[in-house]
């Protein structure tokens, strides 16, 4: 796939809603002849994800805003701004705001393709959107497929 060199910012992003969180996609695989994935996430209080690895790609986090509780295999940290994260392939891993402010933060995978997880599995809003779609079991069971379907597998939850 040829690419051409392009400029995007936060405001003009295709924008999704994944269950809870909004995801501008500052560079997608298509965009960038499948070399990585570029996305703007705001993480409202209590969002993130549940454990889950990526079989295909590597991810890193780059936290630009708030405080980030991130798990790394079997480690805890709490992140804040300037604070950068690197999860090889492989490697289960999950984040989680447990704060009263949202997050705003850059993930980056290479090579490209989880955005498609996003477009597949997320409601589409106005670029520069900044409020999620509402969450349902619809919306949950969605993102599963598309997860499964794109080589993420995430962990079911524990029973306390």
Known sequence: MTTTPYTRTVEDAPTVSVVGDVYALLARAEDTGGSLTVVH????????????THLHDDEAFFLIEGELDLTLGDESHRIGPGAFAFVPRGSLHA????????????????????????TEAGAPLAPGAREPAPVNDEAIEKLLRACAANGIVVEPPTQA
């Open 41 to 52: 996430a705001i993480v409202p209080p209590g969002g993130g994800p549940p454990p889950h």
């Open 95 to 118: 984040f989680k705001n447990a704060t009263t402010a949202p997050v705003r933060m850059l993930f980056f995978t290479t090579p490209g393709g989880v955005d498609r997880v996003f």
